[in-house]
Structure formats: C-alpha cells, structure tokens
C-alpha cells in the first residue's frame, strides 16, 4: 500500500513538474492558432527565431561558394549488394574545410529510392568495414565509449584498424535489405567537438558568425550540415531528395531534431535518445540541466542559451515546440530504460506535448496516452519508443525506425 501511494505521488509530480509548458498553439502575444495558415505564417516563424536566438544560434544557410566533388563510385560494393558513392562538400569552395558524404544506395531496389541520412561518431571508416571508405582525415575522440573500441586510435587519427568499430549501430545490409539508401557524415568534419571550438571543420567557414551571442554553435552545425548533405543528395538521381529521413544519436539526435525543426525538406527525423537540448523536457528538472550542458559542452548551444543556466523550471520555451516545428512531418522519439541522462519519460511527455500541432496540420499524433511501457513502440505521425538498456542504439531500435520509415514514406 506504502508503495502505491509513493508511486502514485512519484507519477503525479513527474507529470506536475511538466505542468505550466509553453503552449504550442498559442502565440506569443497570446493569439490562438486555430488554422494550418496562422501556424505557418504566425508561430512557426517565431518559434524558429526564438530557439535561433535564445539557444542553438544562427546558421549560415546554404553558401554560395558550396562545391561538391564526387570522389567515389563503386557500383560492386558491399558483395554487389550495393552503389558505394562519396562526395566531398567544400562549403566554402575547394580548397577549403570538406564534409565527406558517403551514401550505399540498394542495387536490387527501384529507384530513385528513400535515404536514411545520419550524423556519425567516430568518422565514415567506422561505419561499415568497407575498405573503399575514405578514412576520416579529420580529429578522432579516443575516450573510452562501451559501445566501440578505440584502441585503433592514434594521437587522434585514424588508422586502418578503425573501420568498422562502430558497424553494431549502423546495420547498413539490413538498411539496405529494406529498399532504403544509406547516407551518412562525420562529425568532426562538421565542427570540432573538442578544444579548440570553431577553429575547424566546415563551421570555421564561417567566424563572423561566432560574434554575436546567437552564435553557431556545434548543434546548430551538426543541424546545417543535414541540410548541406541532402543538397548534395538533391543532385544524385538514384535517391530521392523528397524522401530523406535524417538519423542521429544523442548528440546527433539533438542536431537532427533541429535539423527537421528548421528544414522542411526533411520527410522524417529519426531521434535516438537525444536527452538534454534534444528531445527531453527541461521543465521537469529532472536528467541533465541547461548549467551542465552548456558548461560541460560550452560550443554546442549559442552564448545567449546560457542566460537560463539554473532556469530549467521556468524556461519560457521547451523541447515540445522544436518536435512541434517537425509537424506534419513525422518524427520518432526514442528513449532507453536506463538512460537516466536523458530522462525517458521527459522524452515522452515532450513528444505528447507536440501533438496538438500534428493534429492541427492534419497529421496524426503520438497514439499513446500514458508512457508506453518499455519495449512497447507506438507509431502514429510522432512515434515513440522506450527500450530495455542503457544509451546506445541498438537492433530494437532501428526495427522500429525502419517500420516507421515504411509506415510513412513508401508508398503504400
Ligand atoms: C553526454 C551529454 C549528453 C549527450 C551525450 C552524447 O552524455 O551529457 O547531452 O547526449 O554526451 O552525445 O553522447
């Protein structure tokens, strides 16, 4: 009896600290947004330049000096299974900082097919051990990680013994095997995640706009560079640019989150246990805070987001409205048990908290009314999902993100 009454007050404050959210569908000079056309033309803009100002900063857009080299293409990759296909993007023109875009498009599928696209950790090499990838010229993190062994890691470099050590979260066949493109790109390439911030990477393009307190940082980067990949996807005929759905993990997971908020091009975004200044809810107070973040990681959210340092409870925007911006395009939330980091259930409550706009946009919602118990996927316009174990990104969760893809962009 003790325990039910315990559990019962536990559940309530966890869903009374989420109370007093910022609502979605109310502006912020407190008009309602009942149509389609006041969201587009009234919050949506406003949302997008208060999360552009107060926290991931100001991105450069597409630059007009952008140049792409296709370096690779390999039509016997993988055994014959796949299209192996590198592209060099030079921001700024080449010779200059690259972003290196390696895509595996199905041999045995009709095109032009839908593209899983992703951020990844530990450079293209480490993916797959395809040895026709081009090995990451770029820094390489070498702290210890329970999911990849960096062993192979030499003063920051790659070496040869690096690819592959992360193939166990990019099952590419099985991507493959399900009719879809892979595509994926290196974070360093991007931004440096590391001392010294923004000195290089694609981001160092662009100094003038570290100046101001809405400055670039590294999520809004990692953001951009989605955007600047499928520019190049747009140019290559066997996938289609229209059906991309982006993919990341934590970190990465935040930046694709924006990435969909900020991109309409993107037909779906893919979020895996993007916790703080992703998915998760500050509100609730409960995982990592706003002082954490941008303390530990002090290039990841602009300067001006450090004006809420200690604020969590009483922040006047919070993650929903970034899942909201994704609407009517859908979007998958997924949490981890013992993610504790990433508060699971804020991950939830954050995506529930979205749906009035997806219901607004004529899309469907999160068809879920309590947090779904762990294992269970629930799949409508926002998808969600908590798995057993801890943060990583596992067989159980690219199931569910490759029935959500076919659920939602092929054709039925
Ligand atoms: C740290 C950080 C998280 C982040 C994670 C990751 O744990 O606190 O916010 O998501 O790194 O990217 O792996």
Not at 129 to 158: C, F, M
Not at 177 to 204: I, K, N, W
Not at 221 to 245: G, I, N
Not at 247 to 252: E, N, Q, T, V
């Amino acid at each position: 009896m003790k325990h039910l009454l315990l559990a019962a007050l536990l559940t309530l404050s966890a869903e009374a600290r989420a109370d007093g959210l910022p609502d979605p569908l109310v502006a912020n000079d407190g008009t309602k947004i009942t149509t389609a056309s006041q969201w587009r033309e009234k919050r949506r803009p406003e949302l997008l330049e208060l999360f552009t100002r107060e926290m991931y900063g100001r991105s450069p857009g597409r630059p007009e000096k952008m140049s792409f080299d296709v370096f690779d293409r390999d039509e016997d990759a993988l055994d014959g299974k796949a299209t192996r296909i590198q592209i060099a993007i030079y921001p700024n023109g080449n010779p200059g900082p690259r972003m290196d875009l390696l895509v595996y498009v199905p041999n045995n599928a009709k095109g032009p097919v839908p593209v899983i696209l992703g951020l990844n950790f530990w450079g293209n090499h480490a993916i797959h051990p395809d040895p026709g990838i081009r090995l990451t010229e770029s820094w390489v993190e070498d702290n210890k990680q329970s999911y990849v062994d960096l062993a192979g890691v030499k003063d920051h470099e790659a070496t040869a013994a690096c690819r592959g050590i992360n193939a166990r979260q990019w099952p590419v066949e099985e991507i493959l095997s399900r009719g879809y493109a892979l595509a994926t790109m290196y974070r360093e390439d991007v931004c440096p995640d590391h001392v010294p911030y923004f000195a290089s990477g694609a981001q160092s393009c662009f100094p003038e706009l570290q100046q101001g307190d809405d400055n670039f940082g590294c999520i809004a980067a990692w953001a951009w560079s989605f955007s600047r990949a499928l520019d190049a996807l747009e140019k290559e005929p066997s996938v289609d640019a229209k059906r991309v759905a982006i993919f990341g993990f934590s970190r990465l997971g935040k930046a694709a989150l924006w990435a969909g908020a900020s991109d309409e091009r993107f037909a779906m975004v893919l979020s895996n246990e993007s916790g703080a200044g992703g998915a998760k809810l500050f509100r609730r107070g409960i995982g990592e805070d706003i002082t954490r973040l941008n303390t530990v990681f002090p290039h990841w959210y602009a300067r001006n987001f450090r004006k809420y340092n200690g604020k969590d409870t009483e922040l006047p925007f919070d993650q929903h409205l970034v899942i909201s911006l994704i609407a009517p395009r859908p979007v998958y939330v997924a949490s981890a048990d013992d993610d504790k980091h990433s508060d699971p259930e804020g991950e939830f409550v954050a995506a529930k908290a979205a749906e009035p706009v997806f219901l607004l946009l004529g899309s469907e919602g999160l068809p879920a009314e309590k947090w779904p118990a762990v294992g269970t996927s629930v799949q409508g316009g926002i998808g969600y999902h908590v798995r057993p174990g801890g943060h990583d990104v596992m067989e159980f969760d690219w199931k569910q993100y490759l029935d959500f893809a076919d659920k939602h962009l092929k054709p039925r």
